[in-house]
């Protein structure tokens, strides 16, 4: 069974503070995916990383991907109000072997940063 | 262009019965997928579908839940008989093809009583 943990959990930060969120998973892929959830909200995708060693930036945030470790990160660099939103990775569920092309997503990081 | 939509927004039931969820992709996206969230269990996948075929059922909580979709396009999810632990927000996705990035519509907060 695929199996994605994400931590921190909780994150309260400052602004102009960085951080790091981190994604691991439980089976071999090269695709991961990054999305945001405001209260209330859908999910809106941030980032796709299809192979290792792939680093993708928007603004304040920066993902990357080593697939040999089963690892991505999402890094905040400093911090502002906006961003304070919950953030979860997700593995396609594709390379576990199962067939289904959906996506097992990690429990989310729930970002708050205070001015 | 328009996104993924998603109707009823908010959906109150009483136990027992039928509900119909329905989710209408991006123009043009071939696949099609349903997610639950919930806070015991976070975000859970059910099902997807690629034209109108499901290959796999598996995700399905439970053989009260089903899942068509009709033409390429629209989808619904029925629950039959709902129980309390149906209560959730049920998410709908949908890609240009298999493995690319799903975009999400708005949901369906399901709610029974």
């Known amino acids: 069974e695929l199996k994605v943990e994400q931590n921190p959990l909780f994150l309260s930060m400052q602004e102009g503070k960085n951080y790091t969120i981190y994604c691991n998973y439980s089976?071999?892929?090269?695709?991961l995916y990054w999305y945001r959830q405001d209260p209330g909200k859908s999910l809106e995708s941030l980032f796709v990383?299809?192979?290792?060693?792939a680093v993708k930036q928007e603004g304040r945030l920066m993902a990357s991907l080593d697939t040999k470790a089963r690892l991505s990160t999402l890094h905040i660099t400093a911090a502002v109000h906006d961003l304070s939103a919950t953030y979860f990775c997700?593995?396609?569920?594709?390379?576990?072997?199962?067939?289904?092309?959906?996506?097992?997503f990690g429990k989310g990081t729930h970002l708050i940063i205070q001015p | 262009g328009a996104g993924v939509s998603q109707s009823p927004s908010n959906k109150v039931t009483e136990k027992g019965k039928d509900v119909e969820l329905r989710c209408d992709p991006i123009?043009?996206?071939?696949?099609l997928y349903w997610y639950r969230q919930s806070l015991g269990q976070g975000l859970e996948f059910l099902i997807y579908?690629?034209?109108?075929?499901?290959?796999?059922k598996s995700g399905l909580p439970s053989d009260r839940f089903s899942a068509e979709r009709t033409g390429g396009s629209v989808s619904t999810l029925t629950i039959q008989r709902t129980q309390q632990e149906d209560s959730a927000v049920y998410l709908c996705?949908?890609?240009?093809?298999?493995?690319?990035?799903?975009?999400f519509g708005p949901g369906t907060r399901l709610t029974v009583l």
């Open positions: 996705a949908s890609s240009s093809r298999g493995r690319a990035t799903q975009y």
């Open positions: 089976t071999t892929s090269d695709r």
């Open positions: 990383l299809l192979s290792n060693g």
């Open positions: 997700a593995v396609d569920m594709w390379d576990s072997g199962g067939g289904a092309d959906g996506l097992t």
């Open positions: 123009s043009g996206h071939t696949a």
């Open positions: 579908f690629q034209g109108n075929s499901a290959p796999d």
